[in-house]
């Protein structure tokens, strides 16, 4: 926990993250805001042990412990800043006790990361099986891949060193779990239950997460804000900070 203002800042990384991952955006939001970050089970300083298949099995687990942290902390009017999968995990939360949240600010969100006749989700199911057998057979080698297409900027290979690195810290058998998960559930049904304000702010170029899911998501949506940073990659608050940041103060303001 950190900052001292009085509005209450959620962060919820995305998969094989820990809360390191918003080191870029912290320093301008502590002056402001109280920020509360954490790590997903398996994942930076997290204890391992607390990991329960049957309760991860899905994304609800990853939101049942995001709404006992809300619990545990007495957090109230809470703005959730969610990252990728993390941002799907809050809108799970928002829809389970609405209450709780002002607003959601949902960084690269997919719900579904699969083709479908009628819907873009990025991927065929025969790639993300190869790449779950990857992980199952090369976790390194895997990292050091998947790091480079997530983060999307060769010209920075400093932040594909570093998602690399975050990427090994986590525990490979539940990173392998979460990583199945994750780009096999299909939350489309659940995301149009959402009634909590949102921004959902995506990138131009996106391998993971494409225009088009952010057109759907917009669309289904009913208190949404859609805002296209022309920026590359699926990390845009680490591969730019600045403009990201821009688009979350505006959001907080307006």
């Known amino acids: 926990?950190?900052?001292?203002?009085?509005?209450?800042?959620?962060?919820?990384?995305?998969?094989?993250?820990?809360?390191?991952?918003?080191?870029?955006?912290?320093?301008?939001?502590?002056?402001?805001?109280?920020?509360?970050?954490?790590?997903?089970?398996?994942?930076?300083?997290?204890?391992?042990?607390?990991?329960?298949?049957?309760?991860?099995?899905?994304?609800?687990?990853?939101?049942?412990?995001?709404?006992e942290i809300c619990q545990q902390l007495n957090l109230q009017h809470v703005t959730l800043v969610g990252h990728s999968v993390g941002a799907v995990i809050g809108v799970l939360a928002a829809i389970r006790q609405p209450e709780l949240f002002r607003q959601l600010i949902l960084l690269c969100p997919s719900p579904y990361y699969l083709n479908e006749p009628g819907y873009h989700g990025g991927f065929e199911r025969m790639d993300v099986e190869q790449m779950l057998r990857f992980m199952e057979t090369d976790y390194v080698g895997w990292a050091d891949s998947f790091a480079s297409f997530i983060m999307g900027n060769p010209n920075q290979p400093s932040l594909v060193a570093e998602l690399t690195h975050s990427f090994c810290q986590n525990d490979p058998a539940i990173a392998k779990q979460f990583a199945r998960v994750t780009f096999l559930s299909d939350n489309r049904a659940d995301i149009s239950k959402l009634r909590v304000p949102c921004l959902l702010l995506q990138c131009a170029e996106d391998l993971i997460a494409p225009l088009e899911v952010g057109d759907y998501l917009h669309s289904v949506i009913p208190d949404s804000?859609?805002?296209?940073?022309?920026?590359?990659?699926?990390?845009?608050?680490?591969?730019a900070p600045t403009e990201t940041l821009e688009a979350i103060e505006a959001y907080i303001a307006a």
């Open 1 to 67: 926990m950190l900052g001292r203002g009085k509005r209450t800042l959620l962060f919820v990384n995305g998969f094989g993250c820990d809360q390191s991952i918003w080191r870029y955006l912290i320093p301008a939001l502590t002056e402001h805001f109280h920020l509360v970050l954490f790590d997903h089970v398996g994942a930076g300083q997290s204890d391992s042990s607390a990991y329960d298949a049957e309760k991860y099995a899905s994304l609800d687990g990853y939101a049942a412990d995001l709404l």
């Open 225 to 239: 804000t859609l805002v296209t940073l022309p920026v590359a990659g699926h990390c845009p608050h680490v591969s």
